[in-house]
């Protein structure tokens, strides 16, 4: 099992699935798929792209315990922050599409991203933005207009809404104990424990989950972890 075979087994929307399976150009010296060389990312968070230039990810949140976890976040491993940067697809390639037009020389490969992700038409990219000067003012676009995501309203300072700020590995166990599994699976994904310990949590956690991929989704965590 990989990541692209569990964005597909989970039914993640198609350009997603797409993208993880490097079926969408991105723009040279940008983005790759799939998890890199930072490990360290939390469960929850199905990574599509990396970056040579930063240890972190972008990728999916979906929800394995019932809860409303949904959306698309950046994760920076050095540090552990984490920022809501999207909540659909079409919120996240837009605003992939705004960057690469901010930081990407070569406006032909910009626009074969965005007519790729279904943003707009290639040679449209620059009309399609026009009014957009810096990342708060995406949301001006209609795509941002109907729940945007919190990096751009501020809300949390721009982390994602599930994410609990003083969870420890005792609240992880606790909520276990007490069958509050969703505050359970928050609370692991929120105190980052170590490996191993994370380990025995997924563990005790996974009989419970809504979702039969969680089998699968902790062993690619395992797979893209162990060395870490």
Known sequence: MNYSRLMRAIGAPARIVAACENQISLPRFTLRTGPGGGFGFPPIVIPIWHSGDWPGYIGMVVPWFGGSEYGFVRYESETG??????????????????DFLC????????????EAAGVCVASQVD???RNIQEY???????????????????????????????????????????????????SLNSAAP??????????????????????????CWQRYNSSS
């Open 81 to 98: 922050d984490m920022q809501e940067i999207a909540r659909t697809p079409t919120q996240l390639f837009t605003a992939l599409a705004f």
């Open 103 to 114: 930081n990407v020389p070569d406006r032909e490969e910009v626009g074969d991203f965005a």
């Open 127 to 129: 009309s399609h933005f």
């Open 136 to 186: 708060r003012d995406l949301l001006e676009l209609a795509v941002f207009q109907q729940d945007p995501p919190n990096a751009l309203t501020g809300e949390g300072s721009g982390t994602p809404s599930w994410l609990l700020t003083r969870a420890t590995v005792r609240d992880v166990t606790e909520a276990i104990r007490s069958q509050e599994y969703n505050l359970a699976w928050r």
């Open 194 to 219: 170590d490996y191993s310990e994370a380990i025995e949590l997924l563990e005790e956690l996974a009989p419970h989950s809504k979702n039969p991929e969680f089998g699968n989704l902790v062993q």
